[in-house]
């Protein structure tokens, strides 16, 4: 079945893993990243120069726009975390050793580090609109949040093409509440994770299908859900 995957760009991992589950992948972009140079230049310089104890990154498009800008050596001081797989290995394939948090959801970070956090500074590079609550779960926990507005999140006013579609995967709440929808019949509507399927619900939409957080776990949950429905 031939799967729409909202993404800023497409990416050679969602193609190989949906053909692992017998899919095809079709990358629909209804929002598009705009940077803020500023807050970028920042955290790159405040990263170099070692000021963080831990670096946060909560999703594969700040891993692959500014994980090579930064000193691999760093990893042996610095813990790098990674929100999920995808982000975890574009980290690695810039040289940063990178931990991955179990469960792909930013909120989970504190419970994560548990009583290390204590007195350590985190250097956050992130969307304007992601999740807004984590600093304050950082300072509640005794951390040090440092968080840096790399990049807003914009609509691109275009209606999404699906045609040909089977499926469609919202991959973040932003993606489905931006996104300008075709009449969307006999097309499986899917959740990345539930925060996503909570956003789809409140715009009237509810998923068929909600993911663990990641593409591979959602995909899997597709199949599940197939087999189920062909009984």
């Not at 800023?8 to 940077?35: F, M, Q, R, W």
């Amino acid at each position: 079945m031939l799967i729409a995957i909202t993404r800023h760009t497409g990416t050679l991992e969602d193609a190989a893993l949906c053909e692992k589950y017998n899919h095809k992948a079709k990358v629909v972009s209804p929002i598009k990243p705009v940077k803020n140079m500023g807050a970028i230049e920042s955290f790159i310089k405040a990263a170099n120069g070692g000021e963080f104890n831990a670096i946060f990154f909560p999703n594969a498009y700040v891993a692959e726009k500014l994980g090579a800008c930064i000193n691999p050596r760093l990893a042996t001081k610095v813990r790098m975390i990674a929100n999920g797989p995808q982000t975890a290995k574009i980290l690695h394939n810039t040289g940063l050793a990178a931990e991955m948090l179990p469960f792909f959801y930013s909120k989970d970070l504190v419970l994560y580090l548990g009583k290390w956090i204590h007195g350590k500074k985190i250097g956050i590079p992130r969307a304007g609109n992601t999740y807004p609550k984590l600093a304050d779960d950082i300072l509640r926990a005794g951390g040090i949040p440092v968080e840096y507005i790399c990049y807003v999140v914009e609509k691109t006013n275009e209606i999404m093409d699906l045609t040909g579609v089977n499926a469609i995967l919202f991959t973040s709440p932003t993606a489905f509440s931006l996104a300008k929808l075709p009449k969307m019949e006999n097309i499986i509507e899917m959740a990345i994770g539930e925060v996503t399927a909570q956003e789809m619900m409140y715009g009237g939409h509810v998923p068929a299908v909600v993911g663990d957080g990641s593409i591979e776990g959602t995909l899997k949950a597709l199949n599940a859900y197939i087999l189920t429905e062909s009984r």
